[in-house]
């Protein structure tokens, strides 16, 4: 059996994560400083960017020969990620 090591998979999961958090913590100084205009394609990014993070890290996940710190990593934003959205859309079906 080979050495356990990080793959393609691993590294595009945890930079993909990643970027979808700073898409999250950027989205209110991008939409001030351009007047609102790109704030649909940056809640796109993050929607689809969420989703794309979940299949990879199923993939990551069932890999067998791989090691798994930074799938982990990836999976801690994911979820980060994943719980702040689903509050977001909690809180704005129940008070508003």
Same mark, same amino acid.
């Given at each position: 059996m080979s050495?356990?090591?990080?793959?393609?998979?691993?590294?595009?999961?945890?930079?993909?994560?990643?970027?979808?958090?700073?898409a999250?913590?950027? +989205?209110?100084p991008?939409?001030r400083?351009t007047?609102?205009t790109?704030?649909p394609v =940056?809640l796109?990014? #993050?929607?689809? $960017?969420?989703?794309?993070s979940?299949?990879?890290?199923?993939?990551?996940?069932?890999?067998?020969?791989?090691?798994?710190? +930074?799938?982990?990593?990836?999976?801690?934003?994911?979820?980060?990620?994943f719980?702040? =959205?689903?509050?977001f #859309?909690?809180? $704005?079906?129940?008070?508003?």
């Open positions: 050495a356990k090591k990080h793959s393609w998979k691993s590294y595009l999961f945890l930079i993909s994560s990643v970027l979808v958090t700073a999250m913590f950027l +989205l209110d991008i939409a400083a007047s609102e790109l704030t =940056i796109a990014f #993050i929607g689809l $960017g969420t989703i794309c979940i299949v990879l890290a199923v993939f990551c996940f069932r890999t067998l020969n791989e090691k798994k710190t +930074l799938p982990i990593l990836g999976l801690l934003f994911t979820s980060l990620n719980i702040l =959205i689903v509050s #859309i909690w809180i $704005g079906a129940n008070i508003a």
